[in-house]
């Protein structure tokens, strides 16, 4: 690429949170017109970097070029002012206002100005969008868009788009790649984030893959392949050897009956979802965050609508039931964002425990039996607290966590819905958990373990059905379950995929 | 949370012990024990309400509705009893229920249009006095004078005594035993609070949220009903703008006690104890020779600098919360 | 290319009509309408002015609040400030000070009650719903002792000659408070700083994030509330010609529900003055309204509250709808090879 000028250019960049060391040394440049495709699982790095080049964080280590310049004292309108623009996923609107506010507020330009500069450019580039419309009535692509068309009104030379067709369809997805095309031919550089890979090859020139915080692989995209890319995302097996490996067995099941069995289940976000749990047994639902998991799960534990098909429960149809009734016929569900769904945060910790227990008595909370229940599972779960009645909010995350599984297992459930159950604990927390899924697992617990983690659950689940954008269409049997296919379920080209199905 | 609030009522105790002794030091005819619990008639539906207010602000919402509801409760009682000629209790009764079907109303809308509780207790408020208002257009009586002539029977349900003891504070004293064991002993009242601190949780729970919020609405509205009773039964008339004044002492009562407005702590017994150092308050002013109206200089002053002191706690709290939140996106990455 | 500009237009139309403020104009239109069918004096130009003459109070207080209430904050202390503010320059007038100096004092002291309440709610993070509340009771009080509890009459004639003048006909004052809520609205709706009040309610984190300074425009909308309560405390002392100790007692909670009527929304970002102007004169109309109707006056509070509920809870149901809509049409996008059923 001689000839075109350096962007930007990062040297040596890391950054930790709490001990959690999030980038390790990554250095990286953009030239003019380059469109560099950035690849990584779930926390390898990618977006702290992006958050690092628009100033939101600062790095601990290394440095930033800027148009040649190293930055030193650096925030988002200085980031803003040097042409970078972040597209984020879920665009940052001012939803009660119209597009035209939106484009405009914060800018010291004349607005007449601007108006017809943005008037110009959604008519360069053929888009349909009505500038009078406020942002609460833009679909989520809509809403890219402005943000893109915000990014271009700054003059950015760079600009970072996150994951932007996570959620746009297939023609939306076309004009976007167009976009992209455009500003490529008009000297712009393009940081595209993704976890897609065939959009990878269709519009980058270079590909960069993440891996815990380090860059693994780098270099112009004629010179991969797929499988390369995938290699390239899985763990060095040196990194593994410390960790303990879990036990598991093949069972022949086909005898049996399953103790969670989903038919064709579809509802927002998924479609013709089919698969089966037995009894002990933990089984992986893998894929990529956005892939529909969540929604599955919230689904069958009766929190979202099922549109068709069905859930049995040891046999018994529960598709209809609320989530109160299906919490007594046995399902428990661990919900993915602790903070906001999982815990109280100022109640106490017995309060915490018991909050779903307690159903089963009549009307008085006898605090005796509340103190045993806390007391059984505090030793159980190994949590660590120093008084029952502290708020919860003062544990670790970890210990958070088992509060949360204290809670739910109180009430004897038949089959465990784990949904990220390790997100954002530290390392000591997350063998912990490892250790009460298998013990649970042993003591004839069915256990469904939703994760992004794709080496965890390759590691603690018995069999795997991988989801990929709303459809599974993979299931890996005890044999199948390596690294290598996980991945490539996860990224939706996985070989077998055509056979499940 | 058990450890807290409890600390914050040690400090309403404090505060009223010390107020009861530089009243008596003032005014010795202050410490004439009588006299402070016949005092109780000036406060006592302003506590029952807040006493269950208390449960609304737990579970995150509002009530500003409860005193309009005294004006129509009242109303209803009089023109039941006086103008239709049906027995003063069944009345009564009736009046009750009335203000239970206010906050049926209110909770309903709350808990399920998910309109903010401020706006939809606001209209509450509006159209309970104007119901208020129309009955009494409609019965031909008095607006000012509103509808007397009530048996002495009803009138000795607020001016009685019983062994001594003003029948004011037997009320006060048995609503907050009621609010007391329901809040901090039954399960329902564990869920007022679980509802509270995180609506999302509870549900993941199994609680069925919008039946506990929408009958903590019924539960303020029927504790409305009785202090239009009791005021009215107290005063001797059924007026609709009984109550008209006791929104703020309501909420103050409610907040100085203790009760987190963002919801998901405090407790009744803060609250009990709060509405007495304000009744107190008044009382000793007014007996040291100043005038009451003065006395919303100290309890506006108490307001702000006891939720300032509070709040710094909160604020505090949010940090943290900040951090942790941060932590756990850090741990993960959004990527 | 003219079907374009047909389209074009009708969508103009179209979001013109989904705005709060104009259905809330439309159904002013509709009870003048109404009403004047049954009677038809009540459409006269006389009663229409007469009616906003009424409400130049509440428009005045509701123009401040909406400030505060973009900025997703609330202020009830403006029924104490009118009070305050009323009392203290009533004293001076009638004690012989310049109305210049009344109306100078009066303003400061709405400034400085708007600035405490402003400070306390950044800086002490007191919610802004208690430190009104406590603020409410101090100034009420304030009053109380300023007036020795007495009412302030013998006002002198010059002052309330000033809200009796007219030009060409109207009345003086309504001109310029019209004037100055089609002034405020532009710069809300239009000046690059009006904006950010609605922005910090909106989305408090995107505020932060283009670098709106967030705590000094809140300190800003409570100052602009409190300046405005005192303002109209001075109408309010110039159209009745004596100042009450219970002078604007339980006024907040009017203002707060025709601000709402109007469009303006509590939890903040939402809503315009001349929406909540609009809300005003409805609120203050509907007494009047029932007098041409000859329906007795007590039904007015029933038939404002109930008028509240309806609308709003209608709104949140609608504004709900769109949102599940939006919010299925992004999961479902997501799938693999999804096609929209029909």
Known sequence: MEGLRLLVKFENIQKSFNQNKVLNGVSLEISESEVISIIGGNGAGKSTLMKILTGVYKADEGSIEINGEKVVHYNPSIAHSKGIYLVPQEPLLFPNMTIEKNL????????????????????????NLDLNRSAISLSIAEQQQVEIIKGLLRDAKVLILDEPTSSLTFAETESLFKLIEQLKASGVGIFYITHRLDEVFQISTHAVILRDGKVTLKGKINDFTKEMLIKGLLPLDSERSGNE??????LDRSKEEPILKIQKLSGDGFKDISFDVYKGEVVGLAGLVGAGRTEIAEAIYGMNKVHSGKIYLKGKDITDLSANEKIESGLAYIPEDRFLNGIFSISSISSNVTAQVIKKHRFFIDKKFEKDITDEYVNKLSIKISNQDDEVKSLSGGNQQKVVIARILSTNPQIIIMDEPTRGIDAAARSDIYSIITQLKEQGYSILLISSDLEEIERISDRIYAIYRGTCQVCLGFDEINATNVMGAAFGTYKGSERHV | MLKKIPKWNVVLLTTLLAEIIIFGLINPRFWNINILLN???????IAIIAFF????????????????????TSVVTGLLAQVYGLNIWVAALLAVLVGGLCGLLNGILIAYSKVQAMVITLGGMLLYSGIALVLVGFSGASTYEGISGFSQEFINLANGNLLGIPHSVIVFVVMLLIAYVLLHWTRYGRYIYLTGINQNSAEYSGINTRKIITSTYVLSGLSAGIAGIILTSYLGSSRADFGAEYLMPILTAVVLGGTLITGGKGGVVGTALASIIIGFLKLGLQMGGVQTQYIGLATGMLLIISVAFMGGQKFKLNVRRLLNLKKDRGGNLNA | MAHIKEVKDMSKVKSMTKQREFRTLVFLVLLFVIVGLVNADFISSGNILNATKNSLLYIVLAVGMTFVLLTGEIDISIGAVLGLSASVSGVILRDGGSIFLAVIIAIMIGGVIGLINGLGVTKLKISSFIMTLGMLEIVRVTQVMFTNGKWVENLPENFKHISRMNMFGINVLTIIVILAVILIHFYLS??????????????????VLIGIPVNRYKVIAFVISGVLASIAGLIFASQIGFISTTAGLGIEMTVIAAAVLGGVSLRGGIGSVIGAAIGAIIMSSINSALVFLKVPAFWNSAISGSL???????????????NNRTRKERLNARILNYKEEV
């Open chain 1, 104 to 127: 405009t507020i914060g800018f010291s330009k004349n607005k007449v100005k601007v108006r017809e500069q943005a008037r110009r450019l959604i008519k360069q580039l053929g888009w």
């Open chain 3, 308 to 322: 509240l509920i309806i609308i709003v809870v209608a709104d949140a149901l609608i504004a709900r709808r769109a």
């Open chain 2, 53 to 72: 207010v208390t449960f609304v602000i737990i579970t995150g919402g509002i009530d500003i509705s409860g005193g309009s509801i005294i004006g129509l």
């Open chain 1, 245 to 250: 490996t879990f036990k598991k067995e093949f």
């Open chain 3, 190 to 207: 239009n000046s690059r700083k009006g904006r950010y009040f609605a922005a910090i309610g909106d989305n408090e984190d995107g505020a």
């Open chain 2, 39 to 45: 005092s109780f008639n000036d406060f006592v539906g």
